[in-house]
Nanobody, 114 residues
Framework: QVQLVESGGGLVQPGGSLRLSCAAS????????VGWYRQAPGKQRELVAE???????VYGDYVKGRFAISRDSAKNTVYLQMNSLTPEDTAVYYC????????WGQGTQVTVSS
C-alpha cells in the first residue's frame, strides 16, 4: 500500500512563500501522476497542481504562475513551491497520487495571515 506523507505547511504572511513536500513510500516514477489538492473550510477540494509520469504539469487556474510543482525521483518526493501567497490560499493541502488507484496523504495546513 502506497503511503504519502506531507510536510512544510504552516503560518505565513501575505506575499510570503512556502514549500510543501510529499514523500511517497513507492517509486513515483511508477505512478501515473502525483499532485496537490487543497480544501478550504466550507469549500470543495480543488486541484492545485499535478505532474504526470511523463513530466506534464497541470495547474489550477487561480495559481497564475505563483506555484510550481517539481519532483525528485531519487527521493520519491514531490514539491510544491508557493510564492506570493494570499489569504485566499489558506487551506489544508493534500498530496494525491494515482497509482492508478487514488491515494491521499493526511494533509498539511497552510495559513496565510498577517
Amino acid at each position: 500500500q502506497v503511503q504519502l506523507v506531507e510536510s512544510g505547511g504552516g503560518l505565513v504572511q501575505p506575499g510570503g512563500s512556502l514549500r510543501l513536500s510529499c514523500a511517497a513510500s513507492g517509486s513515483i516514477n511508477q505512478f501515473y501522476s502525483v499532485g496537490w489538492y487543497r480544501q478550504a473550510p466550507g469549500k470543495q477540494r480543488e486541484l492545485v497542481a499535478e505532474i504526470t509520469n511523463r513530466g506534464i504539469r497541470v495547474y489550477g487556474d487561480y495559481v497564475k504562475g505563483r506555484f510550481a510543482i517539481s519532483r525528485d525521483s531519487a527521493k520519491n518526493t514531490v514539491y510544491l513551491q508557493m510564492n506570493s501567497l494570499t489569504p485566499e490560499d489558506t487551506a489544508v493541502y493534500y498530496c494525491n497520487a494515482r497509482v492508478p488507484a487514488t491515494i491521499w496523504g493526511q494533509g498539511t495546513q497552510v495559513t496565510v495571515s498577517s
